[in-house]
């Protein structure tokens, strides 16, 4: 049976753990607020985005599309919408940069291999990995995955477009020039402060909105100064650099629900604990106090 001084030192360890887990709490619920705010207020400009796609693809001639290009690529955005017998998959993970909650993480590598196992032909040899977050990169990584690109550290601070521009710039590029037949995004999508959803998506090649189909027998209702294949043009590269920046902001504002969460749930496991400690160092006071008094008393019998 462990000593007063031992049930002590460990009473006061998890103590100082639990004010570290309830302080952790207060600050992902501070940073909740605002990664919160700016994912929901994303999805109404994506959703714009893609009524626009909808209309403008009515009328578009896809020549112009066939003859646009990206700036600084040579490679025609048409190719975005070419559809193609699925051999190699790149698939874009977006994790966290650090640990602390739950099993955020590890749904979302369940899902991405979960799309690895069912991309058959394709496997590990033809799979390649573009991460956004340490947390994934380093997983797939250390099981031998080719990692086509990365960004760490994004979340530590407000997620800069310029870093969701990069990583479906490199998504595109991939794509456009034949190097994978499909690029799949897996991450968390944020539904509320206890729930979030996990979600896979394909996000190339794009699929024109539906609305698109029904657009084509309906009479004009626009005057396009600019042609709409160029258009089409600015909005497809729009439109995935869009849906990335989307998942991070989601990501984010899902990873600091996550964390408050674990944290609470730790801070709550640490009150129980010391309670527990606490009735067990008072039997083994008592028990010390009792074993006291039949020496005393047996002591004392003796004397007499």
Same mark, same amino acid.
């Given at each position: 049976?462990?000593?007063? %001084?031992?049930? &002590? &030192? &460990?009473?006061?360890?998890? $103590?100082?753990?639990?004010?570290?887990?309830?302080?952790?709490?207060?600050?992902?619920?501070?940073?909740?607020?605002?990664?919160?705010?700016?994912?929901?207020?994303?999805?109404?400009?994506?959703?714009?985005?893609?009524?626009?796609?909808? #209309? %403008?693809?009515?009328?578009?001639?896809?020549?112009?599309?066939?003859?646009?290009?990206?700036?600084?690529?040579?490679?025609?955005?048409?190719?975005? %919408?070419?559809?193609?017998?699925?051999?190699?998959?790149?698939?874009? /993970?977006?994790?966290?940069?650090?640990?602390?909650?739950?099993? +955020?993480?590890?749904?979302?590598?369940?899902?991405?291999?979960?799309?690895?196992?069912?991309?058959?032909?394709?496997?590990?040899?033809?799979?390649?990995?573009?991460?956004?977050?340490?947390?994934?990169?380093?997983? +797939?990584?250390?099981?031998?995955?080719?990692?086509?690109?990365?960004?760490?550290?994004?979340? =530590?601070?407000?997620?800069?477009?310029?870093?969701?521009?990069?990583?479906? $710039?490199?998504?595109?590029?991939?794509?456009?020039?034949?190097?994978?037949?499909?690029?799949?995004? /897996?991450?968390?999508?944020?539904?509320?402060?206890?729930?979030?959803?996990?979600?896979?998506?394909?996000?190339?090649?794009?699929?024109?909105?539906?609305?698109?189909?029904?657009?084509?027998?309906?009479? $004009?209702?626009?005057?396009?100064?600019?042609?709409?294949?160029?258009?089409?043009?600015?909005?497809?590269? $729009?439109?995935?650099?869009?849906? /990335?920046?989307?998942?991070?902001?989601?990501? %984010?504002?899902?990873?600091?629900?996550?964390?408050?969460?674990?944290?609470?749930?730790?801070?709550?496991?640490?009150?129980?604990?010391?309670?527990?400690?606490?009735?067990?160092?008072?039997? /083994?006071?008592?028990?010390?106090?009792?074993?006291?008094?039949?020496?005393?008393? #047996?002591? =004392?019998?003796?004397?007499?």
């Amino acid at each position: 049976m462990p000593n007063l %001084l031992d049930i &002590r &030192r &460990r009473i006061r360890s998890v $103590r100082n753990t639990q004010q570290i887990t309830q302080a952790m709490k207060m600050v992902s619920a501070a940073k909740l607020r605002r990664a919160q705010e700016q994912a929901l207020a994303s999805r109404p400009y994506a959703r714009e985005l893609a009524k626009l796609m909808a #209309g %403008l693809a009515a009328y578009m001639d896809p020549q112009d599309l066939a003859d646009a290009k990206l700036e600084g690529e040579n490679w025609p955005l048409s190719e975005l %919408l070419a559809r193609r017998e699925v051999q190699r998959r790149l698939i874009l /993970v977006v994790t966290t940069d650090s640990g602390l909650v739950g099993a +955020f993480n590890a749904n979302v590598i369940k899902a991405a291999l979960a799309q690895i196992v069912t991309a058959a032909p394709a496997g590990l040899d033809r799979t390649r990995i573009a991460a956004a977050g340490r947390k994934g990169r380093d997983y +797939f990584k250390r099981h031998g995955f080719t990692i086509a690109a990365e960004k760490i550290g994004i979340f =530590a601070r407000t997620i800069d477009f310029q870093v969701a521009r990069e990583l479906a $710039r490199a998504a595109m590029r991939a794509y456009a020039t034949h190097e994978v037949d499909e690029v799949v995004l /897996v991450g968390n999508e944020f539904k509320s402060v206890l729930q979030q959803r996990l979600v896979s998506r394909r996000l190339l090649p794009i699929e024109l909105p539906e609305a698109a189909a029904t657009a084509a027998g309906a009479s $004009r209702d626009y005057i396009f100064e600019t042609p709409p294949g160029q258009l089409m043009a600015q909005l497809l590269p $729009r439109a995935i650099d869009t849906e /990335v920046y989307r998942a991070l902001l989601e990501s %984010l504002a899902s990873e600091h629900a996550a964390r408050m969460n674990a944290m609470e749930a730790a801070t709550s496991n640490a009150g129980d604990l010391i309670d527990s400690l606490t009735l067990n160092m008072n039997r /083994v006071r008592q028990a010390a106090i009792t074993k006291e008094i039949i020496e005393v008393v #047996g002591g =004392a019998a003796a004397l007499e």
